[in-house]
């Protein structure tokens, strides 16, 4: 008898066992990759809507800091590009440094001075 096998078929049995088990392991991978996959944000819509805003409301604050606008009309108050009010502020501040504290003391007073009081009703009992 002969003590060594046949070369041939032994190594065509190894390279289809190894071919197979990467099939399978291939095989295996791709399922899990399929049934793990994690399913949509159940807020997706929400975080679009949220992103949108977001970009709105950073499109007016730069608009706001870019161009000159009222504030509240009634008191006059006026919001300026923060260029143009610097240059007003060294304007003014290099002048007179007493007056234009003094001017700055009554814009900051007018502009939070509180609303007047609303009338008492009368006591239905008088």
Known sequence: MNSQPANGKFE???AIAILGSFLIVA??????H???QQPPPLN???AEERAKALAELRAA??????RAGWIDQSKGIV????QDAMKLVEEE???DPATARS???ARVEKATAPPPKAPEKPNPFE
């Open 34 to 36: 399929h049934y793990t």
């Open 61 to 66: 604050e730069a608009d706001a800091l870019d």
């Open 103 to 105: 001017n700055l003391i």
């Open 27 to 32: 095989a295996l991978v791709w399922a899990m």
């Open 79 to 82: 919001r300026l590009p923060i």
């Open 44 to 46: 997706a819509n929400r």
């Open 93 to 95: 501040w290099g002048r």
């Open 12 to 14: 065509t049995a190894h």
